[in-house]
């Protein structure tokens, strides 16, 4: 899966949402694509908390 996919699901789960997730816990595993940095960027510009599964 290419962290662009993971990102565009990401924008429109906001957009779907009005945009108002700030303080959302955002679960994944520790597959390359969420922890990529561009992906720990779009996490602190819509304010999510990242939580990572072992």
């Known amino acids: 899966m290419r ?4 990102l565009d699901a990401l924008d429109m789960a906001v957009a779907a ?6 303080g959302t816990i955002m679960h994944s595993d520790r597959g390359t694509q969420y922890t990529a940095a ?5 996490c ?3 304010e ?4 990572r599964g072992d």
Request: without cysteine.
């Open 38 to 42: 561009i992906m720990k960027q779009a």
């Open 48 to 51: 999510l908390r990242r939580s």
């Open 17 to 22: 949402r009005g945009g108002g997730i700030a």
């Open 44 to 46: 602190e510009r819509y």
């Open 3 to 6: 962290t662009e996919l993971v």
